[in-house]
């Protein structure tokens, strides 16, 4: 089992940051890779960006340039650097370890204001 825990989010103003972090415990040592997703109201819950064990990363095109995640793993977390935000950004933002199984974590809201 992994357990997940995501901190950071919040209300920001267009233009604005947030760092988002994903805490990973339990059997982290079977944890391949971890990524972001954030889900919108009436929306389905998409792929905001991914990294592997090995420090690959993916993105979403729409958050590509904006948005960067990277991996500690003495810290056993993965944290997400928002920039330059979009009212388009707002939703609930879940973390994602892929460890055999698919974890997920409660999620964090994270509200652009225009």
């Known amino acids: 089992q992994v357990q997940l825990v995501e901190s950071g989010g919040g209300l920001v103003q267009v233009g604005g940051s947030l760092r988002l972090s994903c805490a990973a415990s339990?059997?982290?040592?079977?944890?391949?890779?971890m990524g972001w997703y954030r889900q919108a109201p009436g929306k389905q819950r998409e792929l905001v960006a991914t990294?592997?064990?090995?420090?690959?990363?993916n993105y979403a095109d729409s958050v590509k340039g904006r948005f960067t995640i990277s991996r500690d793993n003495a810290k056993n977390t993965v944290n997400l650097q928002m920039n330059s935000l979009k009212p388009e950004d707002t939703a609930v933002y879940y973390c994602?370890?892929?460890?055999?199984?698919?974890?997920w974590g409660q999620g964090t809201q994270v509200t652009v204001s225009s």
């Open positions: 339990g059997k982290i040592f079977s944890i391949n890779a």
């Open positions: 990294i592997t064990s090995g420090g690959l990363t």
């Open positions: 994602r370890a892929l460890a055999g199984s698919n974890y």
